[in-house]
T-cell receptor, first 115, second 112 residues
Framework: DARVTQTPRHKVTEMGQEVTMRCQPI?????VFWYRQTMMQGLELLAY????????DSGMPKDRFSAEMPDATLATLKIQPSEPRDSAVYFC?????????????FGEGSRLTVL | TQLLEQSPQFLSIQEGENLTVYCNSS?????LQWYRQEPGEGPVLLVT?????EVKKLKRLTFQFGDARKDSSLHITAAQPGDTGLYLC????????????FGTGTRLKVLA
């Protein structure tokens, strides 16, 4: 079964440290999304890529977050420096999005705790 | 600002009861999806609706897209404990390209 793979599944770090989360999207999907989920805010869109090109990262705090897709098999989300308020579950999703629809396939998420 | 508001936020019902979850927005969406998420996992797609007024059925689940494509509802008939989970609506917006905005979520618990 094709699936979206995220690493690490869990990460505990101290404030100020750099955190990098990785995602391997499903082969053949043209769109990759990064979401952050918290109890208070729900699922927030951070950034997304179409055919590896960044299309929208307006949901992302630019001063500390960065998202890249160096090749078709890898998307990364980096936080530097991390802060306690960044604690959340970060999801990567990929999909074959055409016209006005397309199913998103989510990874299992990376649970980040910043102390 | 939350573009997609879901209600209720929480719902606890007995097995066999019916329920409806609402997803509302002041924005128009080109399509709307419903996902279910279980603890420790990512959301999984249940259905996609595209046309205003469209109704889709998935076993005991009935989904409707509003005529103006601003809102949607999910109705579950004779709920079962296996329906327990977080239900999320997601709207696809045209903003140069399509991006998917998720609703606030409805946490459903069905008691046996």
């Amino acid at each position: 079964d094709a699936r979206v793979t995220q690493t690490p599944r869990h990460k505990v770090t101290e404030m100020g440290q750099e955190v990098t989360m990785r995602c391997q999207p499903i082969l053949g999907h043209n769109t990759v999304f990064w979401y952050r989920q918290t109890m208070m805010q729900g699922l927030e869109l951070l950034a997304y890529f179409r055919n590896r090109a960044p299309l929208d990262d307006s949901g992302m705090p630019k001063d500390r977050f960065s998202a890249e897709m160096p090749d078709a098999t890898l998307a990364t989300l980096k936080i530097q420096p991390s802060e306690p308020r960044d604690s959340a579950v970060y999801f990567c999703a990929s999909g074959l999005v055409r016209m006005n629809t397309g199913e998103l396939f989510f990874g299992e998420g990376s649970r980040l705790t910043v102390l | 600002t939350q573009l997609l508001e879901q209600s209720p936020q929480f719902l606890s019902i007995q097995e066999g009861e019916n329920l409806t979850v609402y997803c509302n927005s002041s924005s128009v969406f080109s399509s709307l999806q419903w996902y279910r998420q279980e603890p420790g996992e990512g959301p999984v797609l249940l259905v996609t609706v595209v046309t205003g007024g469209e109704v889709k059925k998935l076993k005991r689940l009935t989904f409707q897209f509003g005529d103006a494509r601003k809102d949607s509802s999910l109705h579950i008939t004779a709920a079962q404990p296996g329906d327990t989970g977080l239900y999320l609506c997601a709207g696809a917006r045209i903003s140069g390209t399509y991006k998917y905005i998720f609703g606030t979520g409805t946490r459903l618990k069905v008691l046996a």
